[in-house]
């Protein structure tokens, strides 16, 4: 999995027992504690004071950062910032770390060598990883204190690319980049929003930045809020030259040519791969009915573990190894696919995208991100009515995108965290950086049907069926395949828990939990006390028994893009006998809105003794610029009132 550079990191370290010396912090970082602030809006948690960065480059390629940041903690729920460190691995290792802080009385403390903590680095997933993080935690990190580090650290031989994020989520007061290439060498630096200044030449190939009072990214209680890294404004240097023939050069193509040389030969089948493909596509012909039952085999089969060491983290293994270990993380999930794919007379190939929607643009070709999925090749003239993740490149070829990663998303779709997102296809010198679909609402459906009956005391009971496809099934296909029964229990309690109080759930029962074609059904049978609230000889009764689609919102003016999370389909039928002696005497007003991006409709009806519901909400966009807040104010207010309103029933004997 491609890895970004984190900066700062909520680790599990021991107190620090620092020692204080007079002498002990640099004058950088005393010079940079007597800086004046400008005023700051929200109240922030802390500020960086300084942010320096010299990244040299020499003629043989290698790369080396040094490193200076010094952050005042100005409230309690800033402490976390004395945790100071950086993650490296075996080819990145670093030269030099330490730490230093000035506590409010004005003590100033540095941490010892042997209190700076270097320790695995790896995720969950990982079975191996070289990656490690040093750092510590600078002593008397109270609000006041100053906390400060500085390392120079070597960075990976094969990676031609730095990234300068020049936002954050604090304050940044004065940040500086001066990047030192070798002679000969030369680099195309590309901005993430607007441009925040402009490189001051030094002379002899040497280049400086400056950005003095960077705003922060204030996404604290902001409802639907997009991922702060797709928001944060950034520069990526590219630089390229004698001595480096494997680099990226600041546009897309050079992107994808650089990680098609390292991941190339890695695709390359065996008679293992092909004998397999082969008994998965025996007697198929059809295009889309090979691809998946490869595709279904590599997502299902091929366990997510990673083995990571060094260059790993970026290079895929080879298909061999991963088909011979039946595991493998994305980048080698979308190698073997493309492997057994080819043994048939399939091309697929890489295309690198990160989880996070927005983070890569299209405006600033770079090779950072976090995930590796495949673009499968479609025949020229091949159409199907199953395949819904479809692109077209620029070359005019067309591309089924796929993430065998995923497990619960069915063949021919995408995931709703990869959707209207971009990706960087690996094509050679065909590659450039895509636009990811949107599926139709109808790719991802909930279907909610159920059947109650009202006691004269308020009581209700019945049955329940819920159909899921798409997106829609993900976290019950997940719960109901690996979870265990008390865990299926407690999340089928959390969800109706939104919308009944003592309620009580039986006979529990599942279909098609594994068949990502089909319907996921789950029944179950529900009863609930005191549903109907009495008033007199009047009993009040909520049409919409179950599911809650409405959500919170605030009325503040929205500076930032709306996330919807993803386009789907839910619908809801309820049907609720009535008791003997009571007749509707009052029914909620029938809602119908439609914003363009969404709708949402309901009814109320009567028929005989029965009180029927209907309502279907539609959500056909993930993501909608700011000025579309006041809509999404109008239609949650519609969903609310709708949610919430009453039938009132009349005792008529």
């Not at 390359?268 to 998946?292: N, R, V």
């Not at 025949?379 to 591309?399: I, M, Q």
């Not at 009581?459 to 299926?488: C, H, I, M, W």
Request: glycine share 8%; aromatic share 8%; charged share 25%.
């Amino acid at each position: 999995m491609m890895r970004r550079l984190v900066l700062f990191a909520g680790l599990f370290l021991a107190p620090a027992m620092a020692h204080a010396s007079k002498d002990s912090v640099p004058d950088w970082v005393r010079d940079a504690a007597k800086e004046t602030l400008p005023a700051y809006k929200g109240d922030p948690d802390a500020v960086v004071l300084l942010r320096d960065v010299h990244y040299s480059v020499q003629a043989n390629g290698q790369a080396v950062e040094h490193y200076r940041e010094v952050i005042r903690i100005l409230r309690p729920q800033g402490r976390h910032y004395a945790e100071m460190g950086t993650y490296f691995d075996s080819l990145s290792k670093i030269n030099s770390l330490h730490i230093w802080s000035v506590g409010q009385d004005g003590h100033e403390y540095q941490l010892k060598d042997n209190e700076i903590v270097d320790r695995a680095a790896g995720e969950g997933f990982e079975l191996y990883s070289d990656a490690r993080y040093k750092g510590g935690k600078a002593p008397a990190g109270d609000p006041g204190a100053v906390v400060a580090m500085e390392y120079e650290q070597k960075a990976r031989p094969y990676d031609t690319e730095y990234v300068w994020f020049v936002q954050g989520g604090i304050p940044m007061h004065m940040q500086r980049l001066t990047l030192e290439l070798a002679p000969g060498m030369e680099f195309r630096a590309v901005w993430k929003g607007p441009k925040a200044t402009e490189p001051v030449n030094l002379e002899n190939n040497h280049w400086v930045w400056e950005v003095k009072d960077a705003a922060p990214i204030d996404l604290k209680d902001m409802p639907l809020a997009p991922a702060r890294s797709a928001l944060e404004q950034r520069m990526s240097i590219h630089y390229f030259g004698p001595g480096l023939p494997q680099s990226t050069r600041g546009d897309w193509q050079s992107v994808g040519e650089w990680y098609q040389q390292l991941a190339q030969d890695r695709a390359q089948t065996s008679p293992e791969i092909t004998a397999k493909a082969q008994q998965l596509t025996a007697g198929k012909t059809d295009f889309y009915d090979k691809a998946e039952a490869i595709g279904g085999y590599v997502q299902k089969q091929i366990r997510y573990v990673a083995i990571e060491i060094g260059i790993g983290g970026d290079q895929p293994h080879f298909a061999q190894d991963i088909y011979k270990h039946q595991y493998g993380d994305c980048k080698d999930k979308a190698t073997l696919l493309a492997a057994m794919l080819s043994s048939v007379g399939i091309h697929s190939t890489w295309v690198l995208v990160d989880t996070s929607r927005g983070f890569i643009d299209p405006a600033i070709p770079s090779s950072a991100g976090n995930h590796a999925i495949a673009a499968i090749e479609i025949p020229k003239g091949y159409n199907s009515p199953k395949l819904h993740s479809v692109v077209t490149a620029e070359s005019g070829k067309r591309f089924l995108i796929f993430d065998p990663t995923w497990e619960m998303t069915p063949f021919g779709q995408l995931e709703h965290e990869l959707q209207g997102s971009y990706g960087v296809l690996v094509d050679g010198d065909h590659s450039q950086v895509l636009a990811l679909p949107v599926m139709a609402p109808a790719r991802s459906v909930l279907d909610r049907k159920a059947h109650f009956q009202l006691a004269a005391d308020g009581a209700l009971s019945g049955d329940v069926v819920e159909k899921r496809y798409g997106d829609q099934a993900v976290v019950p296909r997940s719960v109901f395949t690996y979870g265990n029964e008390k865990e299926q229990q407690e999340i089928l309690d959390h969800v109706i828990n939104q919308d009944l109080a003592g309620f009580s759930l039986t006979d529990v029962k599942t279909e098609n939990v594994r068949d990502l074609d089909k319907d996921m059904v789950l029944r179950y049978s529900l009863k609930v006390n005191d549903y109907g609230k009495a008033m007199g000889p009047l009993l009040l009764v909520r049409p919409r028994v179950l599911g809650s689609d409405s959500m919170r919102l605030d009325r503040k003016n929205r500076k930032y893009p709306i996330n919807l999370d993803e386009a789907m389909i839910a619908t809801d039928e309820f049907d609720v006998e009535l008791p003997a002696g009571y007749t509707v005497d009052e029914l909620p007003e029938p809602v119908k809105l439609d914003v363009g991006f969404a709708s949402y409709e309901s009814s109320s009806t009567v028929k005989g003794s029965t009180l029927h519901y209907s309502r279907t909400y539609t959500v056909r966009e993930v993501e909608l610029p700011a000025e579309k807040y006041g809509d999404m104010q109008k239609l949650v207010g519609a969903i609310e009132a709708d949610e919430h309103s009453r039938a009132v029933l009349k005792k008529t004997n």
